[in-house]
């Protein structure tokens, strides 16, 4: 039975991004994202995926990229489209038993996805930055916690990993 993962990277007071991008660059912050995630699947909102499609030219390569729209379907490009997230995690696990899945942002399907999850691999990001979306507040009580790595430069931030109690 494999499994669903929520992966996110937050500043202070839990910013996740700010008009349509991520408000830093912070090079090797993104390192454990690739690690956890490639050979893998990753669901993600319309603009997070138009994010990433602007930038790459193509959908997260090396990943089975599924997009979460009630508006478009992106039939030219190498991915699938749910309107909703949860027909997204069940096609996951029925076509690709063997993949991790990890739900990938933005605000809306984290607060939505963080109760499918068993484990949440988030980076805590140490920066005061302004932004327009969030990562929900959570129950901490209700994960085991650990701190799987600190850094120190450019900005110290940390990759920690959040596992469900019970
Ligand atoms: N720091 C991080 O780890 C991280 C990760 C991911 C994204 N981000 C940032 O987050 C921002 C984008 O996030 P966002 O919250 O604005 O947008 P988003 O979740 O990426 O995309 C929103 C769109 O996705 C669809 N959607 C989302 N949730 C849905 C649901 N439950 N049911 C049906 N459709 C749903 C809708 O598309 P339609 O309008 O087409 O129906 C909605 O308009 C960007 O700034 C990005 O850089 C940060």
Redesign the pocket.
Known sequence: MKKVFL????AHNHV???????PWNIPGEQSRFRKLTTGNVVI??????D?IFQKLKKPLPGRINII?????TYSDIDCYTF???KEAVDFSIKEFPEKNIFI??????YK?GISLAEKLFL?EIDLDVEGD?FFPKFCENDYEKIIEEEFTKPVSYRYLTYTRLS
């Open positions: 992966i996110a990277a937050y996740i991004g700010s008009n349509g991008s991520i993600m909102g319309r603009k997070t995926f994010e979460i729209s009630k508006t478009k309107s909703t997230l990938s942002g933005g605000e809306s399907l939505e980076t979306v």
